[in-house]
């Protein structure tokens, strides 16, 4: 059973940073597709940006460009999210998600169904 275990969240003031970290286990994910989103209060989940195993290829939502960067982390099996400059419109809660396909397919990136392993979220809170 694949598992994928968040941590970093917390409360960070406007302009600071924050990264987060996304465990996988229980499966080899050597070519799994990693993509974070996240889910503010009253809205829909929102893709925020992917990586594939390899960390070679990343793909980010607009919104986000320039300020945060997924990368693979030193730990096996780990993604990171790094998040700068943070606003208080990027409060949410943030998950990690993976894709056994590994198909890097930029139109389908984006889409919620395109993972089937999620975890269980993690708080970023941004105060202004």
């Known amino acids: 059973q694949a598992q994928l275990v968040e941590s970093g969240g917390g409360l960070v003031q406007a302009g600071g940073s924050l990264r987060l970290s996304c465990a996988a286990s229980g499966r080899t994910f050597g070519n799994y597709v990693m993509g974070w989103f996240r889910q503010a209060p009253g809205k829909e989940r929102e893709f925020i940006g992917a990586i594939n195993w390899s960390g070679r290829n990343t793909y980010y939502t607009d919104s986000i460009k320039g300020r945060f960067t997924i990368s693979r982390g030193n730990a096996k099996n780990t993604v990171l999210l790094q998040m700068n400059s943070l606003k208080p419109e990027d409060a949410a809660v943030y998950y990690c998600?993976?894709?056994?396909?590994?198909?890097?397919?930029?139109?389908?990136?984006?889409?919620?169904?395109?993972?089937?392993?999620w975890g269980q979220g993690t708080q970023v809170t941004v105060s202004s």
């Open positions: 998600a993976a894709d056994s396909t590994g198909s890097w397919n930029l139109a389908n990136l984006s889409r919620i169904s395109g993972y089937d392993y």
